[in-house]
Every structure is written in structure tokens, then in C-alpha cells.
């Protein structure tokens, strides 16, 4: 009985490591995909857009507060003065968040 108790603990140890491995990947897409539209938005091409998407990944992997890449892009886009509000930003971070969800979904069943 001991053993059994052991195996459905360790089984859920291993799906909960492999949520949070998938989570970390869609917010890694997620994030990814919303540099690529903000540095479009406010004009960045070429070497600067993609060193922004960089930028825009590490905000999200070593930024601090409760939600980082929110607050690089908010500020960045207030620095060039674009028109997209707080509420406009929010919502694309979540059709992103979809988006990259279904593609690490299907990266999983391939």
C-alpha cells in the first residue's frame, strides 16, 4: 500500500514539473510573439526589433514586480509615445497567450 501511495505521489510530482515546463513555454512564445508586435509598433525594424523581442523575453525570465513584460512594453510605448492603452496591451498579451498556447500544445503532439 506504501508503494502505491510512493508512485501516485511521484506521478504527480512529474505532471506538475511537466505543467510548469509547458506554462514557462507558452509565456516564453507568448512574450516572444508580443515583442515582435510592439517593436512593429513602435517602428523597430531589422537588428533593433529583433534585439527588442530579446529584451522583451529576458523581461519576462529576470524581471522584477508582478508583471514585468507588461511594464517594458507599457513604458516603451509611452517613451514613443503610442497610442495603444494599458487595457489594449493587456488584451493583446492575451490573444498572444492563446496563440502561443496552441502551438506548444501542437508542438507536443508532434
Not at 506521478?11 to 514557462?24: R, T
Amino acid at each position: 500500500m506504501t508503494g502505491s501511495f510512493e508512485e501516485r505521489e511521484k506521478a504527480y510530482e512529474a505532471k506538475w514539473a511537466h505543467d510548469e515546463e509547458l506554462h514557462f513555454k507558452v509565456l516564453a512564445r507568448r512574450n516572444k510573439l508580443l515583442g515582435q508586435w510592439a517593436a512593429g509598433e513602435i517602428g523597430l525594424s531589422g537588428l533593433a526589433a529583433d534585439d527588442y523581442v530579446k529584451a522583451t523575453i529576458q523581461a519576462g525570465l529576470i524581471g522584477k514586480g508582478p508583471d514585468p513584460v507588461f511594464e517594458k512594453v507599457h513604458s516603451d510605448f509611452t517613451a514613443h509615445k503610442s497610442p495603444h492603452s494599458q487595457h489594449a496591451i493587456h488584451r493583446k498579451m492575451e490573444e498572444l497567450f492563446h496563440l502561443a498556447s496552441e502551438a506548444v500544445a501542437h508542438e507536443q503532439k508532434s
